[in-house]
């Protein structure tokens, strides 16, 4: 069995190790530009270059080392329907995210943001305390990374809410879907999270006339992609009080250009993509697993739906 490895940043030896302990009978090759690579029955990619989409036709199946499947089908045109494209579920994302996410909304909710600002300016000032059933979480995206951060959020008491593509019952908390759905989800959430895949039905929904509809002084926290949020109605959004703060993970352009008004805002918070990074080892486990199981004839998890982009 051959396997054809692309890195964006061209750190491969780890990962030919580490297929090596798991998939041993596999020959791992690392795909390179120009150079016709023996034909392979896989392929481990994250955001394909353009020119490896002839050696991506030949194989049996492609498999992300991400959760998001954008960065790929940015080439759905070019590649077959006939090979299935399967992202990472989970795979030691799942915590991270829920780290990250309860991190960042228990700092707005304990004001930990504002006595940040006060410790600066050298101010000692007990501040009321928000109570939680004033504090609903809505969490757009209710998949496997979404789930995982709703149940973080449950644990601590937060009123939280949920919002998906196809209805769904969830014992504690209020769901909501679809177009229709979206609106009373929004009003009624004090912190949104996003936790979408990036699809041309998810492109731009926190935009100015969603993020209107949510309570004055809500918060947002997007750990999705870039694209789910209008960058400059946020801006202008926060600098009117409408927004009372913003925790971006990602952004429409990644690194987040040097001059960009976002750095000098002190209300938007800026982590540079890594609330929830790929672990190799446990990527490397779940895909050598996944190609056993293709390799017996035997279905597998978390394959991209061609028709929902995601
Ligand atoms: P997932 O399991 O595929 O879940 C996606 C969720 O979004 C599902 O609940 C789905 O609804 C919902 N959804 C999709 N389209 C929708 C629409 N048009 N309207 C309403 N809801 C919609 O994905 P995941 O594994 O949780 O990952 C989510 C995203 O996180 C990834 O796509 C990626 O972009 C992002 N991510 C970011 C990082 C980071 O470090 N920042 C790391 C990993 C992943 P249904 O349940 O009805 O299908
Ligand atoms: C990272 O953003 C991922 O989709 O895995």
Redesign the pocket.
Known sequence: MRILLHRADGKTEPWIKDFARHLPEAEVVVWQPGVKAAPCDYAIVWSPPEAMLRELSEVKAIFLT???A?AILKFEQEISHEIPIIRLGDAG?GIQMAEYVTHAVLRYFRRLDEYDTQARAGVWDQLPQHHKEDFAVGVL??????MRVIQALKEFGFPVRG????EKHVDGMQCF?GPEGLDTFLRGSNAVVC?????P??SNVLNRGNMLKLPQGAYIIN???GAHVNEPDLLNLIKSGHIAGATL??FRNEPLPMQHPFWQEPRVTITP?????TLRRESVQQIAGKIRQLEKGEPVADVINRLHG?
């Open positions: 991400g959760a998001g954008d994302m995206g209710m998949g496997v990374l979404g919002w998906s593509r196809t879907y936790m979408l895949p990036l699809t039905e998810t750990v999705a992609r993970d990602v993509h890594i609330a929830a990074l995601y």
